[in-house]
């Protein structure tokens, strides 16, 4: 129950294109959701997160949508550049708790 | 660049040997966090210290132990190593709640021969 699914394992969008990377999850007590950012030898960095009482979060190109009944979540990176090229991981955590529950990643390319 | 520093940046050892990893948080912050990545698991956390004290325990196996000392910085003993715990090592500090942003270290690449 404490899992979190993440789709697809990996990406490949074209410049300019939408990327989407969906989530979803089974305990229905998890109420933040964030999504980290990868590049290759550094660490995940936050990239933007929401709270089950909106539906969506924009932040410049990335919007997080949140459907609460479905127990599901999704990132989307509109007009995708190469330099987003990265892995990016949603999360799952209980305000006020301990610690966050990752999915496994999503490996997205970004193509001239 | 978070302001969590971690080393070594690369560790090779053998198996059956012990290894410490260090971490250094934000400054003011006083959670620190430490996940292990690997290729087959994802990120998966170990184990959480606030202000000196363990918080919360994860997927952390029995040979491996942390403490956070009282200037804050933490570490991560591994002991008994197995080839399979070849991994990415990271750490990440917090404010006071676990939903204050994690700023992640740049992680510790220990291999395990």
């Known amino acids: 129950q404490q899992q979190v699914k993440q789709s697809p394992q990996s990406l490949i969008v074209q410049k300019g294109g939408i990327s989407i990377i969906n989530c979803a999850y089974e305990?229905?007590?998890?109420?933040?959701f964030p999504w980290y950012q990868q590049f290759p030898g550094k660490g995940p960095a936050l990239l933007i997160a929401?709270?089950?009482?909106?539906s969506e979060k924009k932040e410049g190109r990335f919007t997080i949508s949140f459907n609460k009944s479905a127990k599901q979540f999704s990132l989307h990176i509109m007009d995708s550049q190469p330099g987003d090229s990265a892995t990016y991981f949603c999360?799952?955590?209980?305000?006020?708790?301990?610690?966050?529950?990752f999915g496994t990643g999503t490996q997205l390319k970004v193509e001239l | 660049d978070s302001g969590v520093t971690q080393t070594p940046k690369h560790l090779i050892t053998a198996t059956g040997q012990r290894v410490t990893l260090r971490c250094s948080p934000r400054?003011?912050?006083?959670?620190v966090y430490w996940y292990q990545q690997s290729l087959d698991q994802g990120l998966q956390f170990l184990i959480q210290?606030?202000?000196?004290?363990?918080?919360a325990k994860g997927n952390i196996l029995e040979r491996f132990s942390a403490q956070q000392f009282p200037d804050l910085h933490s570490e991560l003993n591994l002991s008994s190593l197995e080839l399979g715990d070849s991994a990415l090592y990271f750490c990440?500090?917090?404010?006071?709640?676990?939903?204050?942003?994690?700023?992640f270290g740049p992680g510790t690449r220990l291999t395990v021969l």
């Open positions: 990440a500090s917090s404010g006071r709640s676990m939903t204050d942003t994690q700023y």
């Open positions: 305990n229905t007590a998890f109420d933040y």
């Open positions: 929401i709270r089950p009482d909106v």
């Open positions: 999360a799952a955590g209980v305000r006020g708790g301990n610690k966050l529950t």
């Open positions: 400054s003011g912050d006083l959670s």
């Open positions: 210290y606030y202000n000196g004290e363990e918080r």
